[in-house]
């Protein structure tokens, strides 16, 4: 028996789970069901060792535990699998599921034939026709979320975590994902399954978990809760946020995609207009950071067209050259993708538009910088000593700030907002609001994609859901309400169409 | 990220990159502090060993031997701040030399001409290590590591073993003479260090510059033309190189066969004690010069005492250990200040 | 990306003895003779180079670079010539004894420490060079010439530099079929991985620095065998031709990949450049430069392959 009681966990300003209390019987599959940001990654990651709880118990078999790392939740007997592989890309398979202990012959050299003898029988025992010699980099990603389903397994363990592992699997691997969940649960393992498909859930899991906004909130048997009754829980009352008045918009448009295809992308196409507000929705994970890349050139398209305003529909893109047709593109991961965190606030606020401040000789002008940043800083209440002061050194919601003007800087036609409130404070998101209903009042195509539900509802003129590299649903006007949204994320279009319509 | 993984192996297993550290730039900004620290510790200690060491005369002309490494490693720093490093610069600088030469054939005449010759190689040399690490994703190392050897070919054939020509008067008199009593070359040295220093703090293209070493993928999607920058910075690296080489040649009054070989490793060595981060992206060539002077103190005091090359080589490498494990500890110590 | 055939995989793998193969047929038509000699020498000249570029293959499969196995080869090359003509074991031991010391000092500060190995190798290289030219300023010491002719000759079939090359090449490669190899290619693959599966990778790495100084020790030792001297400088050319032989035998710098027989041929082939040019009348000046351009060949060949890979696979890098 797996309890946690009280399970509490903060990430600065986020408090990202709050007092969670569950409970989970031996030989059962437990869905944990909820939005982004519902805290349920974050559970996770308490229960794998990953995040420490900064409150709480976690109590597995009567005995209480604490775990410092990864190695501490696998010596509990508590395996998990995430979506970000662990398998060694360049080894083979049976060189994979031995790594640490691979048989050796007398003369201390691996013994070839008893490892694929040995990954042959493993396979074989779950079922997977997977050849031991094969070399992990050329295996289909479906396979190899496979290996580390079996990795996981191989371990016996008493509690096994499924954090989205079945985001690369096809249906038929999904099939025989349930039928391994069915045998563990006759031999009394406790599984928790995370999916983002509400289908899944109901298929593998006896009871399941609604979290929302780090609470747990409802309980009950899948038998028990029907889809609406869960859309319902996840979603809940919300509090009135103060959203700025949405500006009426033109009909021009301002960016049109036609037919985007890759990896992530399976057929993508989108219109924004002139000062219009389009939302991206969906769970994480399902193309909203390609599809945002792709209308910026920053992700490689094997087909696809993207027109830009007036500009002759390219379909091969790049930043530089996105930049000058007017496209702005605000990156999710500030740290790693939107700043230079060792250089000062000017620097990385004039990096995109450094062209306009350069004289002769390309020395940057630093009269012109200042008559720029400094009221742009003022402008935004950006709260730091000087424009001179590393940007590392500023909270996340003032670097956000900066982030965003960085970008408003090179007056953009079509602003694309990858995320852009994650992780930032209340006061500077409604800061944030004003500013790009602002920015489209001036008549920018924007396009956002938020995990943040309500802010879709929000400001969004429309919103597109996407579902596994597709758009899954459009939403207009008044249609656009947190369940509408939540449904599109989990239910795929064609099942249910007519409900939505 | 064939570039991050090229950062990686030169850079060891210490950071990812990418991801900066906010400690790190405390020791880095520290390093030139307490180089100069060191180099007038130098000066103290070689006085008292040898009187007259710190004699404005002697200190003149050891800093203009120092400046011949300093303006290879002009090239070295713009080329380490891309996360990137230069090992060809030993024959590329050879070969310039010989190059000049030959081709001024010891006339003054002959000088312009021959100098134009010269920086066109390294010129040429350097784009085409750039390219190479640019565009075609190739290891700075294996790529900078082969040039240097096929620049040595060429200078072997070119030269045909007996390096040609001479060095003309006006050449001669730059490098070995003095304007008052500042030798010219170390005016010249300090010019080049104000004009690095200039365009790596306030121009487009030094921000351009030090956006991409330390984080491409934000340079890259900040619009900023990451593969002209590396060209252009592996093309300076070159250009100094010959520079140098026939600035050195100059001094020397020949060229000859191996004289790069001595500037590559003090110069690896000179960026990072200067405070360059191996990752890139953070230092600028003023730690660079410091560091220089310090090496060629170090080396003169060592030299001086008649210490034998062996001991002197074990005291190279044993202070390069030593300030390894300080600007660790002023790291360390820096972070949990902040 | 499909899996590949049996025959795509041999290629992939093993083209160094392919084109050893080819540029030894070249070299004989152009001689118009192979003789016992010619075997001897061969293998004599390559046998430093690649022990010392197996150790270099240990180090770079880690994703490491070590620059001092040129001068700890030629420190213990100078021990063995010191001592040997007095006591033979310890002037056999002594280059193993220093090749491993200098080796853990690397891997301390490398995998312990996290330095960046490129500058810590830096500095020890110096410093070893330093010792080396403390312990014999000038080339001298003393080999007994039956040891000599033992080492570069041996009985009259096969040849002692043939049977050492196999050896090591057996050896090498023993060392990487067991379970420390497996794991010295997980941590280059991909560290954190290979953490989290049990491997330890601190201890693994420091492991691989150390062989790479017992290898280089060797290479040093048979230097001095050969050459009936110790010398403190002579390993200062196999600081990056121990590099050019790892890239050239295949052997990815990113860590990870490649094998010790790719090496040893790799070895081979740089070696037997030098026999070519003579062969075919070219000055020996172009064969640097030769070297040089075959590295780049390699290099840039296995750079188009990862460009075609990835194109097809949809993925792009940033700049």
Redesign the interface.
Known sequence: MLVLRDIDKRYGATHAVKSVSLDARPGTVLGLAGENGAGKSTLLKMLSGVERPDRGTITLEGRPIAMAS?TDALDHGIASVFQE???????RVD??LF????P?TA????D?RALARRAEELLTRYGLAI?PD??I???PLGERQQLEIVRAVERNPRVLLLDEATSALSAREVAWLHALTERLRGLGTITLFISHRWDEVVTFCDRVAVMRNGELVGEAATADLPEDEAIRLMTGESFATAFPHRPAHRAEPALVATGLR??ALHGVGLTVRKGEILGLGGLVGQGQRPLLEAL?G?????AGEIRVGDHVPVHRLD??RA?RQGVA?V?QER?????????SIA?NMT??I??R??SL????D?RRESAVVDPAMKRLAVKARSPQV?I??LSGGNQQKVLLQ?WLFTEPGVLLLNDVTRGVDIGTKLEIYQIVADIARQGVGVVWYSTDALELVGLAHRVLVMLDGRINAELVDTEITTEAIVRAAIVKEGADAAALH | MRHDSDAATIAGRSEPAGRPRLGHHLSQSAAPIVLVGFVLALVVVGNLMAPGFAAPGNLAQLLKLAAFMGIVAIGQTLVMLTGGIDLSLAWVLTAAALVFTDVSQGQNAGLLPALAAALAVGVAVGAINGFAVAKLRISPIVMTLAMNNIMQGVALVYSDGTPRGGVPEAMRTLTTGAIGPLPTMVLLWAAATILVMLVLRCTRAGRALLAVGENPRVAWLSGIGNTRVIILAYTASGLCAALAGVLFAGFSGQAFLGMGDQFVLPTIVAVVLGGTSILGGRGGYGGTAIAVIFITLLTTVLIIENISPGIRNIVFGGVVIVALFFYRFLQNSGRSAS | MPPRSTSARLLADHWPVLVFVALLALNIALKQRFSLFDLRTLCANALPLALIALGQYFVVMTRGIDLSLGPIASLAGAVLSLSIGDNLALGLAAPVVIGAVAGLANGVLVARYRFPAIIVTLATMTVWQGVALVVLPNPGGFVPPEIQRLATRGLWFPPTPLILLVLTMIGAGWVMSSRFGLHLRAIGGDEAAATMSGVRATRTTILAYTLAGVMAGLGGAYLALATASGSPTIGDDYILSSVATVVVGGVALSGGRGLTSGVVFGALILTIIGSLLYSAGISSFYQSMLTGLILVAVVAGGSAQMWLKSRSEGLRHAA
Not at chain 1, 99 to 102: D, E, G, I, Q, T
Not at chain 1, 298 to 302: C, D, G, P, S
Not at chain 1, 335 to 343: A, F, I, Q
């Open positions: 990864t592989l662990t398998l060694i890309p360049t080894l060189q994979n790594l640490a202990n691979a050796t003369l201390g050299r691996i070839r050849r094969a070399e980099e050329r295996l890759s990896r910026f920053a992700h490689a398209l094997e930043p530089r930049i593109y990156p740290k790693s993708e939107g700043l230079l965190l060792d250089k620097v990096l995109a450094l062209g401040l350069t000789l390309g020395i940057v630093r590393k590392g050194t960085k």
